[in-house]
């Protein structure tokens, strides 16, 4: 998930926001002009050259498939990226999530307008924030004022506090907890402040309704209807599925570490999920295309409000940022620990755009994925 850097460096947040469409079939082939090929690989080497270890992107066009890598799948190494490698996805998890709450809304299980005291009882009771007066639509907009978790687990925090917690499990109650107990310097008064807190209860939510997990719900709904065979729900493994590459943290000092191992629990339903730049484009392919939400659930998904802490307009996990050639594109990148990602895709799914990187990267690295994204956004003729 992108970083979002206000005050202090969140760890895990969308940054900007994008989204990737286009059900790309196994029949898709390479563009036959090599031109887009060639932009994209320059784009590819552009986020390469901002100090990161390893890039891949995949661009999708009605008909073609388009995919460039730069530099190492393990720093110190040879080797190259690997082909549609898996990458934990960050904050791109939370279209997951939101997908999943708006199919049970179309299917009469919940309303947005619940309260997350209906479902939850007692559990959001804190400093200024209280469950009775929080809906279920204002956890997925971000519109809640529940602090955020993720600042509260120390394998997210330095180098000593990974190395000593990577391996630990969390429970989403705990981490509401954490959320609850910590920062008293949230944004609760503000319209708009993005929360992971949201999405946990989000996903603990899912779990009241259908008695069943939110990884399975996301399995059974999202994952096996659209055979994602690079996607998955680890729970609690802390490891990357091969192929992938090694992703690396530095922390805000040093050289950086390998950080690909880290228990996924801190993040459920907020940004736990391992997929590849194609699956990405297959999910966000069926989501705009109608083939996962009734066209109510849609619309409601895309109706966003102003996000100025992160300057772009926000739905229901998902994102509306402006084109450079005019327009806007739908999204949400992520970021966890390492693995940094943007997706996009056009509003009529004609055209999407994946990449990620496996290292923080240097101050450029964030817009140049963003770049890369708008770029192959606005090109036509590929």
């Known amino acids: ?23 790309a079939s196994s029949g898709l082939t390479a563009a036959a002009d090599p031109r887009p090929a060639d932009a994209l690989r320059r784009e590819v080497e552009a986020i390469h050259d901002t100090g990161v270890v390893g890039v891949a992107a995949e661009v999708t066009s009605p008909g073609t498939r388009v995919g460039a890598r730069a530099g190492v799948a393990e720093r110190g190494t040879g080797k190259p990226m690997p082909h549609d490698g898996r990458f934990r996805i960050g904050s791109a998890t939370k279209t997951f999530t939101a997908t999943v709450v708006l199919q049970l809304a179309g299917e009469g299980q919940l309303s947005l307008e619940d309260t997350v005291e209906r479902w939850l009882p007692g ?11 929080i809906t279920v639509r204002q956890l997925l907009q971000h519109t809640s004022g529940i602090p955020d978790a993720l600042p509260e687990i120390a394998a997210l ?16 109650e705990e981490l509401v907890g954490l959320a609850l107990r910590g920062r008293k310097d949230a944004s609760v008064d503000a319209e708009w402040s993005y929360s992971n807190t949201n999405y946990i209860l989000a996903a603990m939510i899912i779990r009241e309704v259908t008695g069943r997990s939110w990884d399975r719900e996301v399995e059974d709904r999202i994952i096996r209807p659209l055979g994602l065979k690079g996607t998955s729900v680890p729970g609690t493994s802390p490891f990357v599925p091969v192929p992938h590459a090694r992703a690396y943290a530095a922390f805000r000092t040093g050289t950086g570490i390998d950080v690909t191992a880290l228990d996924p629990s801190m993040a459920i339903g907020s940004g736990s999920i391992i997929s590849t730049t194609h699956d990405l484009n297959r999910f966000y ?39 450079s050639c005019g327009g806007s594109y739908f999204g949400h990148p992520g970021e966890l620990l390492g693995y940094r990602s943007w997706s996009g895709v056009t509003p009529d799914g004609s055209r999407t755009a994946v990449v990620y990187a496996t290292s923080d990267g240097g101050p450029g690295t964030q817009q140049a994925m963003r770049a890369l ?5 606005c090109r036509t003729g590929s």
């Open 1 to 23: 998930m992108q970083v979002l850097r206000k005050r202090r460096r969140r760890l895990f947040v969308l940054t900007g926001l994008a989204t990737i469409l286009l059900a």
């Open 123 to 133: 559990m959001v009771r804190g400093e200024r924030v209280d469950g009775r007066r």
């Open 285 to 323: 392919a069926a989501l705009l295309g109608g083939r996962l939400l009734a066209p109510a659930e849609l619309d409601a998904m895309r109706a966003t409000v102003s996000a100025p802490e992160l300057g772009v307009r926000y739905g229901l996990g998902l994102g509306e940022i402006p084109l």
């Open 157 to 172: 925090r330095d180098a000593a506090g990974y190395r000593a917690e990577r391996f630990r499990t969390y429970t989403p």
């Open 373 to 377: 994204v708008d770029q192959e956004l």
